[in-house]
T-cell receptor, first 115, second 114 residues
Framework: KQEVTQIPAALSVPEGENLVLNCSFT??????LQWFRQDPGKGLTSLLL?????REQTSGRLNASLDKSSGRSTLYIAASQPGDSATYLC??????????????FGQGTILTVHP | SQTIHQWPATLVQPVGSPLSLECTVE??????LYWYRQAAGRGLQLLFY??????ISSEVPQNLSASRPQDRQFILSSKKLLLSDSGFYLC?????????????FGPGTRLTVT
């Protein structure tokens, strides 16, 4: 059974810092990995999707890397801003035709960026 | 463009009462649909998924059921709510993004069972 762990559980940084969020998964047979952002009381917003054959994806100040063999992914946020404050979730999709796109989520990292 | 709706946004129900949460998707056809629950301190848990009309798969045994009466409509129901059913319920659909198939989430329904 796939298990996804995110470290740290919470992170508080001053504005302008570069930071790294970590995600690890126990079963390396994944199809892809997706990073989401969730604001309090809201749904999830997809940030980045990395296919199992890819090493990284970038969008603006965000960069996500994937090391499938070691079961790890990192989300790098450059020059953090107070508006980046949210919970960040990673999720993996199992490889195989019977996965039907189902995702297994980590518990999330609560990020606070203070001015 | 595609849009996903959920209602109601918030709901307070007594124990033992019935439940019906609705999710609809616009701008796509025959999507895979998913119901998740996010309980305090427990992360997101997949409850049900559907690959087509009338096709429902349950991920965990529980007090809930799901139905898909139309292609873009997904309903989560219960005959008698339990306190443990409280949580944030999220509907999602799978579509093609810039990097491949991704899941897109609705705004969620906050359910409090009293």
């Amino acid at each position: 059974k796939q298990e996804v762990t995110q470290i740290p559980a919470a992170l508080s940084v001053p504005e302008g810092e570069n930071l790294v969020l970590n995600c690890s998964f126990t079963d390396s047979a994944i199809y892809n990995l997706q990073w989401f952002r969730q604001d309090p009381g809201k749904g999830l917003t997809s940030l980045l999707l990395i296919q199992s054959s890819q090493r990284e994806q970038t969008s603006g100040r965000l960069n996500a890397s994937l090391d499938k063999s070691s079961g790890r992914s990192t989300l790098y946020i450059a020059a953090s801003q107070p508006g980046d404050s949210a919970t960040y979730l990673c999720a993996v999709r199992r490889a195989g035709g019977t996965s039907y796109g189902k995702l297994t989520f980590g518990q999330g990292t609560i990020l606070t960026v203070h001015p | 463009s595609q849009t996903i709706h959920q209602w109601p946004a918030t709901l307070v129900q007594p124990v033992g009462s019935p439940l019906s949460l609705e999710c609809t998707v616009e701008g796509t056809s025959n999507p895979n649909l998913y119901w998740y629950r996010q309980a305090a301190g427990r992360g997101l848990q997949l409850l049900f998924y559907s690959v087509g009309i009338g096709q429902i798969s349950s991920e965990v045994p529980q007090n809930l059921s799901a139905s898909r009466p139309q292609d873009r409509q997904f309903i989560l129901s219960s005959k008698k709510l339990l306190l443990s059913d409280s949580g944030f319920y999220l509907c999602a659909w799978r579509g093609v993004g810039t990097s491949g198939y991704e899941q897109y989430f609705g705004p969620g329904t906050r359910l409090t069972v009293t």
